[in-house]
């Protein structure tokens, strides 16, 4: 299994890449990623039509948002909760003496603070309207909201195409992948790439043919 994730560290890391802005060190997504990875391989049968690489990804990109949903979206700091417990423990205090709720003004006399401090304590402990919330918790089929935001694409499918064709290209004999990658990458055009290989247009898009139907031939069906 060590051997799997060493052979597919590549691919782990490319699933990585998408968090990197997220503020969470690198290294730490690797190995939550990991784990994703180690999970497929436990689920994947060698029956599947489908390559072990392509049926990771789901799993990889699965445990690293989890563990973003988990960790929380927003950090508050060691002082901001300690002044939250102080607060929460005054309130309860209050409540059961008088029966009613402290107000701010007792609340900045007795934890001689300021009130915008109490205000960002009290503001911290508001759940964040988050993207990965659940809806309808009530049931067994809760969905994640950013499940039900509708994109023109479903970035596990981008990330699985992406390594599809990086798998096919990778096949190519090294004219074919100079060719590819100037054609559809670089945005030349088949005249361009003649006059850079010293071929004429028709041999260009003759080759050109023959690459992507090769391509065609050795994608396999997901």
């Given at each position: 299994m060590t051997e799997l994730v060493q052979n597919n560290k590549g691919l782990i890391w490319s699933v990585v890449k998408r968090f990197c802005s997220r503020g969470y060190e690198t290294e730490d997504l690797y190995q939550i990623g990991c784990m994703g990875f180690v999970k497929a391989i436990?689920?994947?049968?060698?029956?599947?039509?489908?390559?072990?690489?392509?049926?990771?990804?789901?799993?990889?990109?699965?445990?690293?948002?989890?563990?973003?949903?988990?960790?929380?979206?927003?950090?508050?700091?060691?002082?901001?909760?300690?002044?939250?417990?102080?607060?929460?423990?005054?309130?309860?205090?209050?409540?059961?003496?008088?029966?009613?709720?402290?107000?701010?003004?007792?609340?900045?006399?007795?934890?001689?603070?300021?009130?915008?401090?109490?205000?960002?304590?009290?503001?911290?402990r508001k759940p964040v309207e988050s993207i990965y919330r659940e809806e309808?918790?009530?049931?067994?089929?809760?969905?994640?909201?950013?499940?039900?935001?509708?994109?023109?694409?479903?970035?596990?499918?981008?990330?699985?195409?992406?390594?599809?064709?990086?798998?096919?290209?990778?096949?190519?004999?090294?004219?074919?992948k100079q060719i590819i990658i100037l054609r559809f990458f670089k945005n030349k055009t088949q005249s361009q790439i003649g006059e850079i290989l010293g071929i004429s247009q028709v041999q260009v898009s003759r080759i050109e043919k023959n690459i992507l139907s090769k391509m065609r031939n050795n994608l396999e069906v997901v």
């Open positions: 436990k689920r994947f049968d060698t029956n599947f039509d489908v390559k072990l690489s392509t049926y990771a990804v789901p799993y990889i990109l699965g445990e690293i948002k989890k563990f973003i949903r988990d960790d929380g979206i927003i950090k508050v700091s060691r002082s901001v909760k300690e002044l939250n417990m102080k607060i929460s423990k005054l309130e309860e205090e209050h409540l059961r003496k008088t029966g009613e709720n402290i107000s701010l003004k007792e609340l900045e006399q007795k934890l001689h603070v300021s009130k915008e401090e109490i205000i960002v304590a009290l503001e911290a309808g918790q009530n049931d067994d089929n809760g969905t994640e909201l950013i499940n039900k935001i509708q994109t023109s694409e479903n970035e596990e499918n981008i990330i699985v195409n992406r390594i599809a064709i990086s798998q096919l290209i990778e096949r190519l004999e090294p004219k074919e």
